[in-house]
Structures are given as C-alpha cells and as structure tokens.
C-alpha cells in the first residue's frame, strides 16, 4: 500500500491528480502500477489510475487470470473504475481511502465531482461475487496529505 501513496505522488508530480494504483497476482508481485493521467492526456476523463490500469491489464492478461489478481488502490473507487474492474473480471479491490473523506478536500471541485456510490453498492449489483478490503483508517491521513489545498472546493 505505501507504494500506492507513492504512484499518487508520482501522478501529482507529474501535474496529474494524485490517484495511482497497482496490480499484483497471488503471490504479490507488481505487476503493473498506474497513476492518473487526466491532466496530461489532454483533459481526458476516463484517464483515472483504475480506469488506464484495466485497459492495460485486460490486453494483457485473460479473465480466467484476472480472477486471480488484486487491484490496490488509494481510494475507493468511482462507478466507472468500480465497472472496468468488473467488466475486466479482476478478483479483488483493496484500498486505503473513504470516498466519503476524500469529498471533505475535494468538495464540489468540477475536477472530482465525487459520487456517494460505493464499490462495494456497484460490486453488489453484479452477477459474481467480488472482494473488497478497506479502508485503512491507518493510511488514510497519508493519502489525504496529498490533496491538501490540490482542490478548490467551492468551484
């Protein structure tokens, strides 16, 4: 997990929002990390961590593989991510941040109009089961140091 808080910094860094990822099989091993990518592919809205890191993942590995695989995450994921991880098949969704804490620093900034859509609710509405693990009450303050004064929550 302190990888992940080190992909969102990476992202920031790199003038994106700060969100990343990473997917591990069984055993733990990387096998791919992702952060956001909004800003520098040109705006794009669908560029979140989660989002880019299925794309990549599903012309990788099968969905017989995926099953077998961990998304960590830095937050609870939005619906779009939370549906990439479903469509893609993944197996389990472990992440550190509560969507409805990440909203006290984003606010009604138009760059995160944050859902109260649980993954959990998403996953639930689907036709397989699918493990979810989090938040890290412990590694959420880690996280939300990062979206210190990042967003304006009143525009």
Request: with cysteine; hydrophobic share 35%.
């Amino acid at each position: 997990m302190y990888r992940v808080l080190e992909i969102c910094k990476e992202a920031k860094d790199a003038g994106n929002y700060p969100f990343g990822c990473l997917l591990a099989d069984e055993e733990g091993n990387i096998l791919l990390e992702q952060g956001n990518e909004e800003v520098t592919l040109g705006g794009d809205c669908t560029a979140h961590a989660e989002a880019l890191l299925m794309r990549k993942a599903s012309q990788i590995y099968t969905k017989e593989e995926m099953k077998n695989f961990t998304l960590y995450n830095c937050a609870d994921s939005c619906a779009m991510c939370t549906g990439a991880m479903y469509w893609g098949n993944l197996g389990r969704h472990v992440y550190i941040a509560r969507e409805s804490e990440l909203k006290k620093y984003t606010g009604d900034d138009l760059r995160n109009p944050t859902l109260n859509l649980p993954s959990r609710v998403v996953f639930a509405s689907g036709q397989k089961d699918f493990e979810t693990l989090g938040p890290f009450i412990e590694l959420e303050a880690k996280f939300f140091e990062l979206h210190k004064d990042h967003w304006n929550p009143t525009k």
